[in-house]
Every structure is written in structure tokens, then in C-alpha cells.
């Protein structure tokens, strides 16, 4: 899959774009990342990329030019043009992993006040957000949704197994996890999970995993099948 970011910050992704997962899934060439500086798309020589807004008001308002020019020299066709906003359709796994099957994503991140309402009404098919709460710009959204869907990406995770029993996958929030040693400062693992045996473990984990979720997100249970 093909990624290409378009941000004022590109340097904020260049840590997370290199360590762990997604640094590894790239050098396997599992996932092929640009990310552009919207500016090398302005025209000026003060490389201006935002204007004060018709009609007034505070901030300034990012401009069709640079957009329109970066977008169109992107994409390909058939590929997802992608806005990051507050007010875009709530990222969730399933959404997730629908991106990963997608052979090319161009990811716009928003200005902090807004961005030129034409852009998003015509160069953009889809509008994302990562939640309920407003970043200073959306490159760390744009992260947030390549990380979530790195991982449903063939071969990026190292046990596809982990997938599957994950929280989300089935609506129901994750197990608890313990490893060596058994007795630490005398808390004790679970003794159901020192005897090795299959089928109550995962009876035991299964029964936790709808506690867990009864208390801390009822809604989800509401949506299981
Ligand atoms: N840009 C600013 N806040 C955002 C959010 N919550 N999701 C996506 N993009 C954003």
C-alpha cells in the first residue's frame, strides 16, 4: 500500500514514521509512506499557504492553490483522498481495517482554523475523525489512522493471531495479561493461568474480557452480533 501525508508539520511524523511497527512494515516494503510539506505548493516567495477568512473572524484559513496543486500531483486513480478533521466520521477499527484493503491513501491534515470548504467539496472523498476532542492540527490524526491500519496490513503484526483477540475485533475489550514471575511483591498471577489447561483459560479470559467491557464500555456490548 501506498501512503502519501500532506502536512504544514511534516517533521512531526518523522519519528513514528521510522520506530517500531511501521518502520519495520516499511523497510518490508509492506507499506510505502511519503510525507509532503504543503508549502512546497505555494507560490510565493513567503511560501503562503493560509488567508484571512471571507466574511471575517478569527484565524486564517487554509488556501485552494497549494491544496489543489499537491492533490491533484498525488493522486492516482482510484485512490482515497482523505481530510483529517473533528467533524469527519469517527475512526473505529472496522473503518480501519476497510483503509488497509485500499491500494493508495492521500492524507490532507487541517489547519488549525479550517481549510477552504471547496477543497473538502471537491478534491476529498472522505472526511476523518480520531475523536471527540480538537488537536492543534490533524498531522497527529493522520498518524493515529496509518498506525490503526498498519496493523490489519498483511505481515505488519508478527502473530496475525493477536488480531483477532484483541480489543475491538469483537467488541469486547481486551484480557488481562500477566508473564514471569508468577508472585510479584506478593501479588499472584491468576491461578488458572499456571495450570495449562486450554479450555478454561479461555473461559476465564472470556469471562473477564466481558466483565471488563460490562463495566468500562456497556455501549460496546450493545453492539455485539
Ligand atoms: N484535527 C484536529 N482535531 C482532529 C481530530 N480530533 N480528528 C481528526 N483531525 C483533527
Not at 62 to 72: H, M, R, S, Y
Not at 147 to 160: K, Q, S, T, Y
Not at 177 to 193: C, F, H, K, Q
Request: hydrophobic residues 40%; contains cysteine; proline residues 5%.
Amino acid at each position: 500500500m501506498r501512503i502519501d501525508v500532506l502536512t504544514l508539520f511534516p517533521a512531526m511524523l518523522d519519528g513514528f514514521l521510522s520506530e517500531s511497527m511501521l518502520g519495520r512494515a516499511r523497510e518490508a516494503k509492506l507499506l510505502e509512506i511519503a510525507v509532503h510539506n504543503l508549502r512546497d505548493w505555494s507560490t510565493d516567495k513567503h511560501r503562503t499557504t493560509d488567508d484571512r477568512p471571507f466574511g471575517g473572524g478569527a484565524g486564517m484559513v487554509l488556501k485552494c492553490e497549494p491544496v489543489f496543486a499537491a492533490i491533484e500531483q498525488l493522486q492516482t486513480s482510484g485512490c482515497r483522498r482523505i481530510y483529517l478533521t473533528p467533524d469527519g466520521t469517527p475512526l473505529t477499527s472496522a473503518l480501519a481495517e476497510e483503509l488497509s484493503r485500499q491500494r493508495h491513501l492521500v492524507f490532507l491534515s487541517g489547519h488549525y482554523e479550517g481549510i477552504d470548504q471547496r477543497i473538502r467539496d471537491t478534491i476529498i472523498d472522505q472526511e476523518v475523525s480520531i475523536g471527540d476532542y480538537v488537536l492543534t492540527n490533524g498531522t497527529l490524526a493522520a498518524a493515529v489512522v496509518i498506525d490503526a491500519l498498519a496493523r490489519f496490513i498483511p505481515g505488519v503484526l508478527g502473530e496475525e493471531k493477536s488480531l483477532t483477540s484483541e480489543s475491538f475485533t469483537s467488541n469486547l475489550l481486551d484480557f488481562p495479561n500477566y508473564t514471569r514471575p508468577a508472585v510479584y511483591r506478593g501479588m499472584s498471577v491468576p491461578e488458572v493461568l499456571l495450570q495449562g489447561n486450554h479450555g478454561e483459560i479461555e473461559k476465564w479470559r472470556h469471562a473477564q474480557q466481558l466483565e471488563k467491557t460490562r463495566k468500562v464500555r456497556p455501549d460496546l456490548l450493545k453492539k455485539k452480533p
